[in-house]
């Protein structure tokens, strides 16, 4: 499913939702790239939506073919359609495990859900950061250069662990 028609799904379930009101398509058309224009009936009530693009299309044929096949993958086994938001020119994960473990991971995510539920799906982030001069990251010493483990959430919020083989150092021991 392409993600302009996911779009349209998910804003008539909200309104479903929301306002108690089933709508459903009764016609359908894209009067232009990257837009789908529809209008929706619940019998009583007509509503007509247009869905436009934020973003260009993809011009990269082997991102594209990369995303279809791990799309393919992680819809194996999972019944039902499901959106998975990636950042905007994110990297899809490439080596085999790589790819099996989020693959794994959606799917876990993803398999208990109800319509119209949420999850998020927690990953692993390495960020390196190396000690160029004395203070602000002189408490890690000669760790700085060492990789961090750490959701994208905690990296924000600049709530990162050292691995997990590893001991964090006490405040102020070097």
């Known amino acids: 499913m392409r993600e302009l028609d996911v779009c349209l799904e998910l804003l008539l ?10 709508l459903s398509i009764e016609r359908r058309e894209e009067p232009a790239p990257e837009v789908v224009a529809a209008e929706a ?39 039902g359609a499901y959106a998975l938001w990636l950042p905007p020119g994110a990297d899809l994960p490439g080596p085999a495990g ?9 799917r876990e995510a993803a398999a208990p859900l109800e319509p119209g539920e949420r999850s998020y799906v927690p990953l ?13 990251l002189a408490d890690l010493g000669e760790r700085g250069a060492e990789p961090l483990l750490g959701t994208p959430e905690r990296a924000r919020e600049g709530l ?15």
């Open 98 to 106: 790589e790819r099996n473990d989020l693959v794994r991971r959606v």
């Open 41 to 79: 009936t619940d019998g009583s009530l007509r509503l007509a939506v247009e869905a436009h693009s934020l973003l260009g299309p993809v011009e990269s044929a082997g991102w594209l073919g990369d995303r279809e096949r791990l799309e393919a993958e992680i819809a194996a086994g999972l019944e």
């Open 124 to 136: 692993p982030v390495s960020i390196f950061l190396r000690k160029t001069q004395a203070g602000g």
């Open 160 to 174: 990162l662990r050292p691995r997990q083989h590893e001991a964090a150092p006490a405040p102020g021991v070097r």
């Open 13 to 22: 379930a909200w309104l479903t939702e929301r306002h108690g009101r089933s």
